[in-house]
């Protein structure tokens, strides 16, 4: 019998089956596999009951029933599964088949299984998707990078099945070589978490300055859904507020602060360290998760240290809130203007022919950080594919300055008040920072090269030539040339 299936899809966890189910809608035929062989008849006997779904209980099977070229999605853990998978899947693969990783994986796995895979003559893809257990049903935000020559063979099913925006453009396109498609959904998930942070501060300071109860709250959230926060994690936020236990009480007063994490926020922060990209909000919110998790040495210490004594906001309220929201989409704007200078040195570092106007796009329907505000980022790189910074587009910089004085009254009073606002103050900081000329750094370089000869430039001579200076008469007069501090 002709082979009569067009993918097939290794994992079948929830997101698993739910992309399944997806492709199906779309008039695709998918062999599902998983490694406990008891889970493909469950899915075939439950939830994908009279549809067109296949099942296969070996790899020899699975792969017996695709057409060629042959393609086999994986959906699962990161890691060492996936280089598992891959040594069982390649030896039964023949010259253009595609293997497609569509787990959270490490962007620097992706270039070494791109190449690994390349050298046998097998393509690779490496894709992010994202939007949870319901976008992965009804529409994610995909992204894929790896081999070019693999996306003609993938694109009609990606495109089919992911979220489409107003006009029925899909959040979808092929995004870059190698890692570029895992790298960029690594910093979708590290401006996911400093949205997250930025709306949790939100809370923070409305409910521990004004008083504000969850059901007022909800009422908050839902109206700033209707302004330039319009977004997913505004609306769920909404409803989260609104949401009550069985005892009728609100649920998210119940919930332990102690936050969890599962790495690729940590890796993005990794990742702007090592190309010197200073993403500071990202790596705030990371860290607030850290301190989050010390939940037990929080409430020791809160008996011991002091703060003011005064805790409540005293001024006009209505105000204060709207301080509050502009203040959110001020630093927002910073996080992503992070997120993209990061992109971007990526890019420059692996070759990567990025579209950052088609990355927003990819961003703004589907996934967890979808947004009105992502369409505005398109418009920015439309306008300007060389834009070297959001923050210097026109939109971004009027939107800038209608916002800081509300911006700067927010951290203030947070810091008055004893409220931390760690991603609202390192996104005011980062914004001084760049657009301040002159930053004390030269003090830094004069201690450096006092203490270790490491040297300085001078503004007075050309860029490139470096100084050192024997400032006590007791040192010598040669630059250190290997020691970094």
Partial sequence: MEPQADLALIGL????????????????TVVAYNRTVSKVDDFLNKEAKGTKVVGAHSIEEMLSKLKRPRRVMMLVKAGQAVDDFIAQIAPHLEKGDIIIDGGNSLYTDSIRRTKELEAKGLLFIGTGVSGGEEGARRGPSIMPGGSPAAWPHVKDIFQAISAKV??????CDWV????????????HNGI?????????????????????????????????NKTELDSYLIEITADIFKFKDTDGQPLVDKILDAAGQKGTGKWTVESALDRVVPVTLIAEAVFSRCLSSLKAERVAASKVLTGPKNT???????QFIEDVRLALYASKIVSYAQGYMLMREAAKEYGWHLNYGGIA???????????RFLGKI?????????????????FFHAAIDQAQDSWRRVVSHGALLGIPTPTFSTALAFYDGYRTGNLPANLLQAQRDYFGAHTYERIDQPRGQFFHTNWTGHGGDVSSSTYNA
């Avoid at 966890?13 to 695709?28: E, K, R």
Wanted: proline share 2%; hydrophobic share 40%.
């Fill in 13 to 28: 966890a929830v997101m698993g089956q739910n992309l399944i189910l997806n492709m199906n809608d779309h008039g695709f």
């Fill in 166 to 171: 107003e006009d029925g453009s899909p959040c």
């Fill in 176 to 187: 870059g070589e190698n890692g570029a498609g895992h790298y960029v959904k690594m910093v």
């Fill in 192 to 224: 996911e978490y400093g949205d997250m942070q930025l709306i949790g501060e939100a809370y923070h300071l409305l409910s521990s300055a004004l008083g504000l109860k969850a059901a007022e709250l909800g009422e908050v959230f839902t109206a700033w």
């Fill in 312 to 318: 409540a906001f005293t001024g006009d309220k209505k």
């Fill in 361 to 371: 796009l990819m961003w703004r329907g589907g996934c967890i950080i979808r947004s």
């Fill in 378 to 394: 398109k418009e920015a790189f439309d306008k300007n594919p060389q834009l070297g910074n959001l923050l210097l587009d026109d």
